[in-house]
């Protein structure tokens, strides 16, 4: 995977990127990240990247020239060609408009060759750029931020740990939360784990298993991998009904599922 980020901060990464799984998957060869500073393509003696927009308003919006002029010398492939899939690459632009960041988009990106991460700063970015230089415009939250900087660092986190080889242990990313493509029919499986399936993670606990009187639930301890499963799956839906039940509609639950949700809705009147 290469990932190119435009930015008018381009020191900004010098941190987020450098730690963590980004940065073993960069050593390992799994990701080339290069960022390149907006005002490298620009040609007036302030090396001016913003300006006011026509027909007036607050604030300063990202100009076209220095956008294209760094596309272009990235030389990536004609606009109708990537957004055909013939090219397995893309250009993003990260502002406050754009689609929700998902696990699913996360996922889409990491099936790229490559992609270009334009972050959106001010007011935003001429519309020329979205209209005839971008393929897709990606918002990581319903808020607003000062520039697509961070944007950029977490969706360069989230699409990098979906790498073949990034994680190490390839089940890992199956069992965090968000995850769908987990078997709805997983439950009755003898492994001990239990991946997600579109849920969020179930609770985890380590050592010591008594720590200051809060003990660790007794059927993480009895070796029984089908309790252990069925436990997490039912407290992964208890947590996801309590924190975030918006993720219950667009996941695929068994009849099993559906009677656990029904009995917690059931108890949701003492407590969830």
């Known amino acids: 995977m290469k990932a190119d980020i435009v930015t008018i901060f381009p020191d900004f990464f010098s941190g987020p990127l450098d730690h963590g799984i980004t940065r073993r998957a960069?050593?390992?060869g799994l990701v080339k990240i290069d960022v390149h500073d907006m005002r490298q393509f620009t040609h007036d003696r302030h090396r001016t990247v913003d300006d006011r927009p026509f027909g007036g308003g607050e604030g300063m919006v990202l100009k076209p020239e220095p956008l294209f002029?760094?596309?272009?010398?990235l030389q990536l492939?004609?606009?109708?060609e990537r957004q055909s899939g013939a090219a397995k690459q893309s250009v993003i632009v990260l502002s406050a408009q754009g689609q929700k960041f998902t696990q699913k988009v996360a996922a889409e990106l990491a099936e790229l060759d490559s992609m270009v991460l334009i972050c959106g700063g001010y007011e935003g970015v001429d519309e020329r750029v979205i209209e005839f230089l971008a393929d897709r415009e990606i918002s990581i939250g319903d808020y607003v931020l000062s520039g697509g900087e961070l944007a950029a660092a977490v969706i360069i986190e989230a699409v990098t740990r979906l790498l073949p080889g990034a994680l190490g242990n390839e089940a890992s990313s199956r069992q965090e939360s968000f995850t769908a493509a987990v078997q709805t029919q997983a439950v009755e499986s003898a492994d001990s784990t239990c991946g997600s399936g579109g849920l969020l993670d179930y609770p985890h606990y380590t050592r010591p298993a008594d720590f200051r009187g809060m003990a660790v639930p007794?059927?993480?301890v009895n070796g029984n991998h089908l309790e252990i499963r069925r436990w997490r799956r039912e407290q992964a839906l208890k947590k996801t009904l309590r924190n975030r039940p918006d993720l219950?509609?667009?996941t695929e639950l068994s009849k099993e599922d559906s009677k656990i949700l029904a009995r917690l809705k059931g108890g949701a009147g003492n407590k969830i």
Request: charged residues 35%; proline residues 17%; negative net charge.
């Open 248 to 250: 219950l509609e667009g």
């Open 69 to 73: 002029e760094c596309l272009e010398w």
């Open 26 to 28: 960069a050593e390992m």
């Open 77 to 80: 492939p004609p606009r109708p």
């Open 218 to 220: 007794e059927v993480l």
